[in-house]
């Protein structure tokens, strides 16, 4: 695997970086070293304490084999009750950040229990209390434990775990759940903001939006082609926005954090690059998958211009004089723009771009992109995840391309990660391969392109409930027996070589 990806990175290499190794190079100093997590894939837990159902509990619970088998996070890693094993492992890599996502409805069982009167004030229902102590009590623990070994949290609002009272209510296509995200974000930043100093408000919108109200295969499994994904992603945005307002209104001075979403997003190269069709097509891929939500966040409050005239043209060819792709109000997009205080990148992987053209026939986001995903047969897959196509180099076009595009933000990698299929080999030298080019990719991105990167989060502390596929695929840099209803942690290969890199803030030679 090693020599294919490194020819391919050194081929696309211009000729004055071949002369430089970063190898040997440091990372820059205070660069976060961290890992992450979230709430549903290893709290477990899922009704403890007076915890409200979430999304994925719902979907999880009615089975029809969404699920690999059927699993659920009910139980996970147990790290609402193992906290203190999760804190051995972090403390065993010498991270210096954590992230982890808190579960809305273990704070607020219905999502919606609170509201701020206008004095800023909380005020919430009698009956969210139980869980609100409880819940506030477990967080409070992770926080100050981490504080107290010093690493620094870094805490998602929510991440896929929407609470399922907010999703009877029509969930992200209902303009409510803005409201109730602000509402939920302020309580948060109030009771967590004096210690948590770097804020995700949503993970993933395009995940959520296109597989979650677009497919329908990830919770809560709505399949609205053509309309949910737009619908939901435009509620997203304009929550997260407003989410950062209240921080900046409300917290900002007093309590001195920053607030940013952690935006997905792979790599697009042109199937063909000496074809200007895929040339295009690669660019409307980003078009519709990263810049759809950077674009009005970090620039100008409004989607991009080649996303609203592709959809609104092939609307107007399907009969619909309105666009599908909902508009932003002039307050909206004032209230939208420039609501991120860093840039918040998850990366996995890359694909290659081909023209396809749309025959109007189909109403859906992917048709409405007219650019057709293709993995190339060189590149290794990931054991665990038939998606993941191992592409290191791709990380650093990536950067490059936000650099230049979002007005040299400052960058963190809030997840980065490969699976092993279950089971899976505590020597997972193959995988320690790709971290290793991935780490390499990143120095040249910082010394060579001039990326402001600041930190980067390994996927994941610990083997979790991946979602659809269950406990097949495992992300963690720690094996968890799930078997075991001790739930044991166990460093892989991997946990051991991370730790090395964060001692020596940098990778050692691989000839001594
Ligand atoms: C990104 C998601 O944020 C995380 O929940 C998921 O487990 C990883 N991708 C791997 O698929």
Known sequence: MASALSTDSAALDSCADCSWNPEGASFPEQFAWGAATAAYQVEGSWDADGKGPSVWDTFTHQGGDRVFKNQTGDVACGSYTLWEEDLKCIKQLGLTHYRFSLSWSRLLPDGTAGFINQKGNCSF????????????????????????????????????????????????????????????????FRIFGDRVKLWITINEP???????????????????????????????????????????????????????????????????PNSLADQEAAKWHMAFCLDWFATPIFLDGDYPAIMKSKISSTCKRQGSPLSRLPEFTEEE???????????SLNYYTTRKVKYQVNTHSQISIFADKEAEEVTDPSWPVATGSSWLAVVPWGLRRLLKYIKDTYNHPIIYITENGFSQSDPAALDDTQRWEYFRLTLLEILKAIYIDGVQLKGYFVWSLLDNFEWTC???????????????????RVPYKSAIEYANVITNNGLIKSHE
Request: aromatic share 14%.
């Open 333 to 343: 997009k004032v209230m939208i723009k420039g609501t991120a205080d860093f840039f």
């Open 125 to 188: 229902k009698i009956e969210s209390c139980a869980a609100l102590i409880q819940g506030v009590d477990y967080y409070n623990k992770v926080i100050d434990s981490l504080l107290a070994n010093d690493v620094t949290p870094m805490v998602t609002l929510y991440h896929f775990d929407l609470p399922q009272h907010l999703e009877d209510q029509g969930g992200w296509r209902s303009d409510a759940t803005v409201k109730a995200f602000d509402t939920y974000a302020q309580f948060c």
């Open 206 to 272: 395009y995940i959520i939006a296109t597989l979650g109200y677009e497919k329908g295969i990830l919770a809560p499994g709505i399949a609205e082609p053509g309309t949910g994904a737009y619908q939901a992603a435009h509620n997203m945005i304009k929550a997260h926005a407003a989410a950062w307002h209240s921080y900046d209104r409300l917290f900002r001075k007093q309590q001195g954090g920053l607030v940013s979403i952690a935006l997905i997003s792979g790599w697009a190269e042109p199937f063909n």
């Open 470 to 488: 269950g406990y097949s695929s495992r992300f963690g840099l720690f094996h968890v027996d799930f078997e075991n209803s001790a739930l044991p």
